[in-house]
């Protein structure tokens, strides 16, 4: 490899002295490739009316050319500087490299960073909200709220009861109600949270069975809401929405009961064959309308005449007033 010419010029005392090199003009900036030179070469990069100047400062460990810039400005790239730490040119070059999910590429004069499209990221945490690699959670004055992926799709909200019903407080807090047991429904409060309660019958007119996961309801009685008994002593006490079937061998003496509401009914009997016919009394202050003759109050009485007579009986006024609202056969006031 031939190197670098040395310029020569007569001097006044000697007749040929050394020159240094004449600055190098040039459209292009120097690259490490350009190395025949003697360090202190001066490389001017002209870019329009734009003037860059490098000086050659030898090879390097590789035999590559080093350039420097003579000087810089306000406008020249010197170092980067990162959230730690700086970054120096190494033979005029910054590498702007990727990092965890991010990928870096140049081209011309441009340095694209792309953010690659599936990104896996670890814990965050900032202020109240605090995001895991599995997990969500919040910690506030109400208590902590994890949300959990639990691997089958779902979201769970940690911290709270298991198989409780959730509800909206104030302010749209999440709230859970108590545990439910078989068969009881949140009923509306108005204004107020929903309350855990079981479905009553306050006339026992429905018979309500309550079971896991279910609640059956029956009109109470068989039959149209009947309760119905075969009696066969000579007495029966009747009670509200029930029926009696006589079966004794001359007669049964059946009393209403003392205490009954309104729409309370009654229904009575004789049965065929061998059986016998029955005798319905009042107690005290009671009376019975058969059309419209009323029984004797206190002590009146509706008496079949005959096998398959039958009465219907209802309360027209509480604990006083009957009326008959059905009846098959001959029956006989007193």
């Not at 691997?151 to 509800?167: E, Y």
């Not at 109470?220 to 309760?227: I, L, M, N, Q, V």
């Amino acid at each position: 490899m031939t190197g670098p010419s040395i310029q020569k010029a007569y001097g006044l005392t000697k007749p040929l002295i050394n020159v240094f090199p004449f600055p190098i003009f040039s459209p292009t900036a120097p690259t490490t490739n350009d190395r025949s030179y003697l360090p202190g070469q001066v490389w001017v990069h002209a870019s329009g009316d734009t003037r860059t100047v490098y000086i050659f400062g030898g090879r390097d460990s590789s035999g590559l050319g080093v350039w420097t810039l003579s000087s810089t400005s306000a406008g020249d790239l010197q170092t980067l500087s990162g959230d730690s730490g700086t970054a120096d040119p190494s033979g005029g070059n910054i590498l702007v490299a990727g990092g965890t999910n991010i990928t870096t590429s140049a081209t011309s004069n441009q340095v694209t960073i792309n953010l690659d499209s599936s990104v896996t990221v670890t814990d965050i945490t900032g202020g109240n909200l605090k995001m895991y690699v599995n997990r969500i959670q919040s910690m506030d004055t109400n208590g902590n709220i994890t949300l959990f992926p639990d691997g089958t799709g779902n979201v769970q909200i940690r911290s709270r009861t298991q198989n409780s019903v959730a509800v909206y407080g104030a302010s749209g807090a999440l709230l859970e109600s108590s545990l439910l047991t078989n068969g009881q429904l949140l009923i509306g409060s108005t204004g107020n949270a929903p309350v855990a309660a079981n479905l009553t019958s306050t006339g026992g007119s429905v018979t309500i069975t309550n079971t896991a996961g279910g609640i059956n309801l029956e009109a109470a009685g068989g039959g149209s809401g009947f309760t119905w008994s075969v009696v066969t002593a000579s007495t029966a006490a009747i009670t509200a929405n029930t029926g009696i079937i006589t079966d004794n061998a001359t007669s049964v003496a059946v009393t209403l009961p003392a205490t009954a509401a309104v729409g309370d009914t009654y229904r009575v009997v004789a049965k065929g064959g061998s059986g016998a016919s029955f005798v319905v009394g009042v107690s005290t202050g009671q009376s019975i309308r058969f059309g419209s003759t009323f029984t004797t109050t206190s002590s009146g009485t509706l008496a079949a005449t005959q096998l398959g007579d039958a009465l219907e009986i209802v309360c027209s006024v509480a604990n006083t007033a009957f009326i008959v609202t059905s009846v098959i056969g001959n029956i006989t006031v007193t």
